[in-house]
């Protein structure tokens, strides 16, 4: 609804989405030591049940509520778009490879975690 009403009242803005392909933030909740990898269901039941992937295409949400939509596959895609400031409502569309931004977040974490020691 909200992108809805950004779009009805002529908001003009760039929405970044890191594209996982969804449930991802399950990861980082402590409901990930259930996962197969650490003794939990199976890795079907954990998707079912947790990852909740969704075929919803990020380009067809935009376009049927009337936004635009931009695949940002680099840094520079980004950057580039982030400078441009479109008339509209935009949803520029980040993919991330789930697994790797859970790496990254864990690591960064801990380098916190050792700098305040």
Known sequence: RSLLAAVHHGVDMNIVVASNGGGSIFSFLPVAAHHPNAGGPSDQEFRTLFTTPHSCPLVEVAGGCGAGHLICAT?????????????????L?????????????????????????
């Open 75 to 91: 840094e520079t895609d980004l950057a580039a778009a982030l400078a441009d400031h479109p008339n509209g409502v935009r949803i």
């Open 93 to 117: 569309d980040v993919p991330v490879d789930a697994d790797r931004n859970l790496q990254q977040h864990r690591r960064i974490a801990a380098a916190i975690s050792d700098a305040l020691r």
